[in-house]
């Protein structure tokens, strides 16, 4: 397909893979314009298993990819002659899973799966390589289909490698999305026996065992092998796509389930039962667990053959949406699918579950009214955490739109920052002092500062997450904490210390090379390139991690303020709106660019109601705006009353203000700003060279 290059990206300094077209291909313009199709679109994936695009570019007629740089070694070479232990084998497979999932739902199919495809980190991640980009890059010709080996990838209508294949695929029929899954379970099966299911002396007899073979389970090769594994592997290889497992998502679900299974055998002598009840009675976490949440079926008890399709697919997308999250731990429908017929004490099933929170929901119909009810249920006691209804009009051809509208409300009301799960999580782990936490319950405990940014809130999650990313070196999302709290020392001005902002870019530079699909990463390094004024790039980074999950409604508040004041006003304040509609408990600085632009435009009397409405009684700069909305006012009083807030707060605010001022906004209104703040009885102190303010009265 080309050739792949380590290159320095020097704008965000760090090292990346660039994939060239060679230039035969580049010289076809429908060759070109398929791949750079393909490019976005697998770009659009954003999925922690999935190598990263970053770019599609052109330089000097060249076309080439950005992406991530994978360093490590292809599946191919590292499963041995009689197939990875058990435990090795769950874990890449639900990976695997996991990657063809997030593709299938963008309506991406691979169609080249194979181990020398997927490249396995010097830490053990799992990547899937050349996602997609084989399938279109040629003129879709049968003259082109010509096989040759067993293991080089082909191009044309019959494409990718004939080892792997589907029968649909080796004989040149329409595809879909089930031919990665039997192409997984080839995978799977040379995973699991350290040999390929189909085997043949030509090209010819290849197929013909593609097409007619029936392979023996793994679990005749490999006594030890569970017997689940070989079941699933057995309904991958299934020769009509209708006969095999019909979704990557299933598959996923599947390896999750057996993965906790596996992890409970292996544990201590005591059942799991006894180990679950135990856990969720004491509150205690692992580190390589965190609280578990279970979503059970929402349940219909009626005939509506489209409210039962919209129960299900609410309890796959909130569990999906969930997922999302990196500090959460759920629970594989397949798990929970059980509880779909039977109703139990939510107890019991947080015990059988191991899950501290259970998520229940049920539909109800009135003409064409819904109703949808929701509550979240803290598993040991049983007490109600969150309870919600939400009635819509109901109507069968708008089904996926109003699944589209509510699983976001109820994911982000549960999931964001400031959120039900992470209020309850934080309580969890406050008692426990910076050295005694797990770097997960480190980051769990940075949320308290989240719900109230105080400059005392502030040092203790500092504290905490600078263990956390000694303990944890290689944990993405300690690096991207510990960016946010620097990046807080320059905006709030909360604890300040030298060089904050370099520390912030190199911590947030530092998850995202971890983690390149960690949309925290990506909102920590967006918030840092604002504050150095690299404001493209930093929209571009905030664009990133709002794809990368749409359900965050905290990070797209915060983003849609640094896309504002980055000079994309509107598009920042819809984003702003948007995250406040999404969790109705929202915190009340989600209005602060809308007071930030009631300014701007001369709308002087909106500032000190949005002002009181963003909640953040400490925030100096809160203070001064409102001091200088009064001033343009005339309002010589209530402005004297917030310069005396102000002052209290930072008693060098004559001496910082325009500096602050300047690391936030541009220089238009940092002028209007200071206009008013002189209204309100403040002069330039020419004598500093311009940088400060004095106050013409005494404080």
């Known amino acids: 397909m080309g050739e792949v290059y380590r290159a320095a990206d020097t704008k965000l300094g760090r090292d990346v893979a660039l994939k060239v077209l060679p230039a035969q291909m580049a010289g076809d313009p429908e060759r070109l314009a398929r791949f750079q199709r393909e490019a976005r679109a697998v770009a659009a994936l954003n999925h922690p298993h999935i190598v990263t695009i970053f770019s599609v570019e052109e330089a000097e007629g060249v076309q080439f990819l950005t992406m991530e740089l994978v360093e490590g070694k292809s599946l191919d070479h590292l499963i041995p002659d009689g197939g990875l232990a058990v435990e090795r084998i769950v874990e890449v497979a639900g990976a695997l899973a996991?990657?063809?999932?997030?593709?299938?739902?963008?309506?991406?199919?691979?169609?080249?799966?194979?181990?020398?495809?997927?490249?396995?980190?010097?830490?053990?991640?799992?990547?899937?390589?050349?996602f997609g980009l084989a399938k279109d890059v040629r003129p879709e010709n049968s003259r082109d289909a010509t096989m040759t080996s067993a293991g080089v990838t082909q191009a044309g209508m019959v494409m990718g490698t004939p080892a792997y294949m589907s029968p649909e695929q080796i004989s040149g029929r329409a595809l879909d999305h089930r031919t990665d899954i039997f192409s997984l379970g080839v995978v799977l099966y040379e995973m699991a026996t350290g040999k390929q299911p189909f085997h043949g002396q030509s090209s010819a007899e290849l197929i013909s065992a593609i097409l007619r073979d029936t392979v023996p389970l793994v679990t005749e090769v490999r006594a030890d092998l569970p017997a689940d594994l070989a079941r699933i592997i057995r309904r991958c290889l299934e020769k009509d796509p209708r006969h095999r497992m019909q979704t990557a998502r299933d598959i996923a679900n599947e390896f999750r389930d057996l993965a906790r299974q596996l992890n409970q055998q292996s544990s201590s002598a005591t059942s799991s039962r006894s180990r679950a009840v135990a856990a969720a009675d004491s509150g205690a976490t692992r580190a390589?667990?965190?609280?578990?949440?279970?979503?059970?079926?929402?349940?219909?008890?009626?005939?509506?053959?489209?409210?039962?399709?919209?129960?299900?697919?609410?309890?796959?997308?909130?569990?999906?949406?969930?997922?999302?999250?990196s500090y959460l731990r759920v629970i594989a429908r397949g798990s929970t699918a059980k509880y779909a017929s039977e109703s139990r004490d939510v107890r019991v099933i947080g015990q059988e579950l191991g899950a501290r929170y259970v998520l229940e929901g049920s539909l109800r119909q009135a003409g064409t009214k819904l109703r949808l009810s929701v509550q979240l249920v803290e598993a040991v006691s049983g007490a109600h955490l969150w309870a919600e209804n939400y009635e819509r009009i109901f109507l069968p051809e708008s089904l996926f739109e109003l699944q589209d509208d509510l699983v976001p409300r109820i994911v982000s009301t549960l999931a964001d920052r400031f959120g039900v799960l992470p209020r309850s999580m934080t309580k969890l782990v406050r008692s426990k002092t910076p050295e005694q936490l797990t770097p997960y319950e480190a980051v769990l405990r940075s949320f308290a500062y989240a719900e109230r940014a105080t400059p005392d809130e502030h040092a203790v999650a500092k504290q905490c997450m600078e263990l956390a990313v000694q303990r944890a070196p290689d944990d993405a999302e300690c690096w991207a904490t510990r960016s946010m709290l620097c990046r807080d020392e320059i905006m709030l001005g909360f604890n300040p210390r030298p060089n904050s902002l370099d520390r912030a870019f190199s911590a947030a530079r530092r998850a995202v090379e971890l983690e390149p699909s960690n949309h925290r990463a990506h909102f920590a390094l967006a918030g840092t390139l604002f504050f150095r004024r690299e404001l493209e790039s930093c929209r571009n980074e905030a664009d990133r991690a709002i794809a990368l999950n749409p359900m965050d409604g905290s990070s797209i508040a915060h983003l849609g303020q640094v896309i504002a004041l980055s000079g994309?006003?509107?598009?920042?304040?819809?984003?702003?709106?948007?995250?406040?509609?999404?969790?109705?408990?929202?915190?009340?600085?989600?209005?602060?660019?809308?007071?930030f632009n009631a300014y701007r435009i001369g709308e002087y009397r909106k500032v000190p109601a949005l002002a009181q409405k963003s909640n953040l009684p400490e925030y100096w700069l809160g203070w001064a705006v409102v001091a200088a909305a009064y001033?343009?006012?005339?309002?010589?009083?209530?402005?004297?009353?917030?310069?005396?807030?102000?002052?209290?707060?930072?008693?060098?605010?004559?001496?910082?203000?325009?500096?602050e001022m300047d690391n936030m906004f541009d220089s238009s209104l940092t002028a209007v700003l200071l206009d008013g703040l002189q209204k309100a009885g403040f002069e330039i102190d020419a004598a500093q060279g311009g940088p400060a303010l004095t106050a013409s009265t005494a404080n």
Do not use: C
């Open 98 to 130: 996991e990657a063809l999932a997030a593709a299938h739902e963008k309506n991406i199919v691979h169609r080249d799966l194979k181990p020398a495809n997927v490249m396995v980190t010097h830490d053990g991640r799992v990547k899937v390589l050349d």
């Open 288 to 325: 390589d667990e965190g609280f578990w949440v279970a979503v059970l079926p929402f349940k219909y008890s009626g005939g509506n053959a489209d409210l039962i399709a919209l129960a299900e697919g609410l309890t796959e997308d909130i569990v999906t949406g969930l997922a999302r999250f």
């Open 568 to 595: 994309e006003w509107e598009r920042g304040l819809a984003l702003a709106e948007r995250a406040a509609e999404l969790n109705p408990q929202h915190p009340g600085w989600y209005w602060l660019a809308s007071m």
């Open 631 to 659: 001033g343009q006012l005339g309002e010589t009083e209530a402005a004297a009353k917030a310069v005396e807030a102000m002052f209290a707060l930072r008693p060098d605010s004559a001496r910082i203000a325009r500096a």
